[in-house]
Each structure stands twice: as C-alpha cells, then as structure tokens.
Nanobody, 125 residues
C-alpha cells in the first residue's frame, strides 16, 4: 500500500510559477510510474504529466513547454514545476502512482492504483 500526499498548491497570478510536490510512503517508490492529473470545476479529471519508473516523461499538449515533471527517489517525491501559469490551469491537482508500469496508457486515470487527496491551484488573471 502506498500513500500519496500532495502539497505546494496555492493562489498565483497569471504568468507566475508554482512547484507541486507529491510525497509517497513506502520503500519502493523508485519502482512506481507517477502521474499528475487535474480537475477543474465541472470538468473531468485530465492527464497533465507522467514520469515512468525508468525516468521517461510525457506531458499533455496544453502544458508542454511550461510544466516539468521530475522525481527524487531518495526523497520518495515527485514534483511538478509549473511556469507561465494561465487562468485555465486552475484546478485541483492530483498525483497518482502504479508500480512498474511501462505501458502506453499512462495518461489514463484507470492505469493508476494509488491517488493523493489533491492540492488546489488557482491562477488569477
């Protein structure tokens, strides 16, 4: 069982930056593919970014060039650096994890076994 706890959300002006963190419990974090998703009010939860247990990364088109995912296995933490934030980035951001996943469906919610409780990001115009 893995527990995921997000932090780092907040209120920021358009054009600003935030760094989200997702801390994982357990000793096998390095074996997990981790994803970030977000859900805006009235909308479905959508994929933002993922980093595999091997270190490969991918991004939704809407955040490419602005967001960067990274992981520190020594700290059991995955990060999402968000730059050039836009009002449309406003959402609750969730991290998710699945052990040893190397498939192509990392952008799909059902791929992941574990989820955090979410952290609110609000970007004002």
């Amino acid at each position: 069982q893995v527990q995921l706890v997000e932090s780092g959300g907040g209120l920021v002006q358009a054009g600003g930056s935030l760094r989200l963190s997702c801390a994982a419990s357990g000793r096998t974090f390095s074996s997990y593919t981790m994803g970030w998703f977000r859900q805006a009010p009235g909308k479905e939860r959508e994929f933002v970014s993922a980093i595999s247990w091997r270190g490969s990364t991918d991004y939704a088109e809407s955040v490419k060039g602005r967001f960067t995912i990274s992981r520190d296995n020594a700290k059991n933490t995955v990060y999402l650096q968000m730059n050039s934030l836009k009002p449309e980035d406003t959402a609750v951001y969730y991290c998710a994890g699945r052990m040893y996943y190397s498939g192509s469906s990392y952008y799909t919610r059902s791929t992941y076994d574990y989820w955090g409780q979410g952290t609110q990001v609000t970007v004002s115009s």
